[in-house]
Nanobody
Framework: QVQLVESGGGSVQAGASLRLSCAAS????????MAWFRQAPGKARECVSG????????YYGDSVKGRFTISRDNAKNTVFLQMNSLKPEDTAVYYC?????????????????WGQGTQVTVSS
């Protein structure tokens, strides 16, 4: 099993920045691809970014391109999501997810492991 724990959410004003962290533990050798999803009230879960655990195959959703950056620290088994120029429409619960396949996938059904989520609230 793999355990994922997110941190770094909070309440900020539009234009501010936040950095989310996702610490992985357990059978991390089985992780090949990590992604960040978000879900706003009443909306479907959306994949905002992803990358291979060892780097590469980076994905960004159109709504976050140029503002969000995904990165990782393999020594610490941690993936980050740097979120700049935040907008009220970025308000959501953000989840990290992992899967044992290297290909890019934006479908939440393709991910085996999920964190508990962290709330991001952006006010105007």
């Amino acid at each position: 099993q793999v355990q994922l724990v997110e941190s770094g959410g909070g309440s900020v004003q539009a234009g501010a920045s936040l950095r989310l962290s996702c610490a992985a533990s357990g059978r991390t050798f089985s992780i090949y691809y990590m992604a960040w999803f978000r879900q706003a009230p009443g909306k479907a879960r959306e994949c905002v970014s992803g990358m291979r655990w060892i780097g590469g195959n980076t994905y960004y959703g159109d709504s976050v391109k140029g503002r969000f950056t995904i990165s990782r620290d393999n020594a610490k088994n941690t993936v980050f999501l740097q979120m700049n120029s935040l907008k009220p429409e970025d308000t959501a619960v953000y989840y990290c997810a992992a899967r044992p396949s290297i290909g890019v996938s934006t479908s939440d059904s393709d991910y085996n492991y999920w964190g508990q989520g962290t709330q991001v609230t952006v006010s105007s």
